[in-house]
């Protein structure tokens, strides 16, 4: 597991450097977990052709997928830091109650416009689902 870490952390210094490199506005970790996945990608693409290779999995390896379930299971504590700091800014978030409901609630009714604007475009032209009789509730 520690290669699997080592791998995780190589990526972020990846992206990171290629962050302040190229003055990208994406974070360094956002660029370095995409560049982990394209080399999955790449990886997996390679292996499946060359059957011969499979042996040899690089950082394709069951460690990492171990990890990165590890890391996920432990996902929620780091929304701890980010209550922590709603709470001591709550006097700030108060005095600015109007412009913070607005903006999110304009923002959830944009994105649902958006997104049943594009489902509705890209879905036009097929044919109607199958009538399926409701059968109320009812399985057999």
């Not at 994406?26 to 390679?46: D, E, K, Q, T």
């Not at 996902?75 to 800014?89: H, I, R, S």
Request: hydrophobic share 55%; net charge positive; with cysteine.
């Amino acid at each position: 597991m520690p290669e699997a870490f080592l791998t995780l952390l190589l990526f972020q210094l990846l992206g990171s450097g290629l962050q302040m490199l190229l003055h990208l506005p994406i974070p360094g970790p956002v660029i370095g977990m995409f560049l982990l996945a394209a080399a999955l990608l790449w990886r997996r693409s390679r292996t499946s052709v060359n059957q011969a290779d499979t042996a040899r999995a690089g950082f394709d390896s069951p460690a990492l997928g171990a990890l990165a379930r590890a890391l996920i299971a432990c996902l929620g504590l780091l929304f701890v830091p980010a209550g922590v700091g709603l709470v001591t800014q709550m006097p700030l978030l108060m005095a600015n109650l109007l412009p913070i409901a607005v903006a999110l609630f304009g923002s959830t009714l944009l994105g649902l416009l958006v997104t049943a604007f594009v489902m509705h475009r890209a879905t036009h032209d097929r044919p109607a689902p199958e009538k399926i009789a409701d059968t109320g509730g009812q399985v057999l």
